[in-house]
């Protein structure tokens, strides 16, 4: 959607792919690049755009502003005037980077623990995402965007750490359940698989559970997550064991870090 926008607002300004690439700072090959959908623009080139456009940044990708009822919109947006800086930034702007495959279907993108501190920084960079590995799942839903992200530690058991989440995108967060397991990316916390409940009516946060008794809930402000990942699947090189349940499983683990503790403490 965004390459049908760029052409319609380009063609709204009566300008030319040179004069809008000279306005943006960017060659006129990507101006093309992005119109034909062969490229996607950068973050700051987006917010670029926007200024440019008067439009939210948002509705680059979720407004299709060539149909008719939405042309009147587009309209109404220009005639309010342009954006200030101040209220650009008062807006919630989430960019979803992703990759295609060669036959125009998504890729799921996985993210190792080796590259979760990277994550942080790289979510929204077309870039980073390009470097991370990528696969295919047949037996997911067709729509909606999906990322793997290999998790760490024993708070969600039965799985254990190494463990491959597949998490479908979660645009609005007002609709989550509470005890959805997601894969919750926050600048705080970093990349954390837990149960989510919603309490952004309540205190604007979500807290966060773990299926692990030993571990406490805790809260998270809703301006310090960056995504949601709602779980849809999982690879686990390593199969539950069987007629343990959940709490026995917790203790188990619970024992075993004692027992390591001690060891430690005797070799000292």
Known sequence: ????????????????????????????????????????PRLATLVNM????????????????????????AAALR??????????????????????GADGEENIELVP???????????????????LP???????????????FEIAGDSMLPLVSGTTVVGRYVDDWNHLKDGTPCIVVSSKDGIVFKRVFNKLKQSESLSLHSDNPGYQPFDVRADD??????????????FPIGGVTLDHLASMVLDLSQQVKQMQMKRV
Do not use: C, H
Not at 31 to 39: D, F, L, Q, S, T
Not at 63 to 70: A, G, I, S, Y
């Open 113 to 131: 623990l080796k590259a979760a501190a990277g994550y942080l920084n790289g979510y929204a960079d077309r870039e980073f995402i390009e470097e």
């Open 1 to 40: 959607m965004i390459n049908t926008n760029l052409k319609f607002w380009r063609r709204e300004l009566s300008i030319t792919q040179a004069q809008l690439a000279d306005k943006l700072g960017i060659k006129r090959s990507l101006v093309g690049a992005y119109e034909e959908g062969r490229a996607e």
């Open 225 to 238: 997550v960056l995504e949601i990942w709602e779980a849809k699947s999982y690879i686990s090189s390593t």
């Open 50 to 73: 926007a200024r440019l456009f008067n439009i939210p940044l948002d509705s680059l990708a979720t407004t299709d502003f060539t149909k008719r009822k939405n042309a009147r919109t």
């Open 134 to 148: 990528r696969f295919r799942l047949p037996m997911l839903a067709s729509t909606g965007t999906y990322r793997a």
């Open 79 to 100: 005639e309010a005037g342009p954006l200030t800086d101040t209220s650009l930034e008062e807006r919630p702007m989430r960019v979803l980077a992703f990759t295609v």
